[in-house]
């Protein structure tokens, strides 16, 4: 294979890769945006029921 295909092979395959992360940023920026204007009023859901942490008079847990 002549050496100018494969330059042509390897920017068509750059090419592809820099569209392709260009399209996951766009599509990700628009997904983010929609969440925001649809649930802007919700609190954020607590991830864990552990109690809080107290401190003795020492400062110690």
């Known amino acids: 294979m002549p050496w100018d295909e494969l330059f042509w ?3 068509l395959l750059m090419a592809a890769v ?3 992360q260009l399209w996951f940023h766009f ?7 929609a ?3 649809l649930f802007r009023h919700e609190q ?7 109690p809080g942490e107290k401190e003795d008079e020492d400062g110690r847990q």
């Open 9 to 11: 092979i390897a920017a």
């Open 44 to 50: 954020p859901p607590v991830w864990h029921a552990l």
């Open 18 to 20: 820099v569209f392709g």
């Open 27 to 33: 599509v990700e920026a628009l997904l983010k945006r």
């Open 35 to 37: 969440k925001r204007l």
